[in-house]
């Protein structure tokens, strides 16, 4: 099966971990990224991300700016 990969991007180890604890038992892939930096990163080396989990606050580019 193909599943859906999704991107979390939050500047929070805890909320990253407890969102992807979710969705892997969800049977989504999941990558993290802990700023907007890191996202835009992940995004130019990987075109097969479905959904993104964005947080709007964070330091560097935050979610306004990135989304």
Do not use: C, W
């Not at 802990?34 to 979610?63: C, F, K, Q, T, W």
């Amino acid at each position: 099966t193909n599943m859906a990969k999704i991107l979390v991007v939050d500047d929070e180890f805890e909320i990253r971990s407890l969102l992807k604890e979710f969705l892997e038992k969800n049977e989504f892939q999941v990558e993290l990224a802990v700023d907007g930096e890191d996202a835009l990163r992940i995004l130019e080396n990987n075109n097969s991300i479905d959904l993104i989990i964005l947080d709007h606050r964070m330091p560097n580019l935050d979610g306004g700016t990135v989304a």
